[in-house]
């Protein structure tokens, strides 16, 4: 293992432990954006996918990451879609739905953090790019593309595996690459391209306000 990869791998252990503190500062962070995602969420766009609509509460998820980092963005994720159960929207709220909305919102996580760390590793990585648009084409671009088309694949997955058992329609399953594929290819483009929007601006406002 070489000196660079030894070193990331510091800065990931490094990073893990200072994102797991708690303080004040953090636990209000933690309430604003779990309120502020979970709300965000409930504004439900019709597609023309029929029943499936689209939101963007993933997108300040995503950004929730970015804030708080991957400990607290997935406990954001976990608890967000229960949430939705007691507050009225367009499309009712019911267990298996939201069981649904917090795997693809895990799945999503989980996969944008790990191709972004694994990134960092790859040889042609040799200086992290100071400048944003370079480190835009060099890292988010890339990754965003590849967690688009994984996440995609994983939520027909879990359609495939028990969601559409769980809500008793077994028969769409002849129409996962018809119907559910090109949605959540369609759904997650408009996310991850929100995200690489708004993820600069909320950079910036951390550092100014140390967070």
Known sequence: MNLKNENHIQQVKTYFI???????????????????????????????????????????????????????????????????????????????????YMLSTISLILIYCSFHMLFKLLPYWKNEPT????????????VVIITCILVSFVNVFFNWAFILDLYGQGDYKNQLWIIFLPYNLFKFTLVLGLFLLLIRPVQILGQHFNY
């Open 18 to 100: 200072s994102a797991l503190k708690l303080t004040t500062h953090k636990v209000t962070m933690i309430s604003i954006l779990l309120a502020l995602t979970t709300l965000i969420s409930l504004l439900e766009i019709p597609t023309f996918f029929g029943f499936l609509t689209i939101d963007f509460g993933s997108t300040i998820n995503l950004l929730a990451v970015v804030v708080l980092k991957l400990p607290y963005g997935l406990l954001i994720g976990i608890i967000m879609p229960w949430l939705r159960l007691i507050i009225p929207h367009t499309v009712p709220g019911n267990v298996v739905g939201e069981l649904s």
């Open 131 to 142: 400048n944003w648009w370079k480190r835009l084409l060099i890292v988010e671009l890339p």
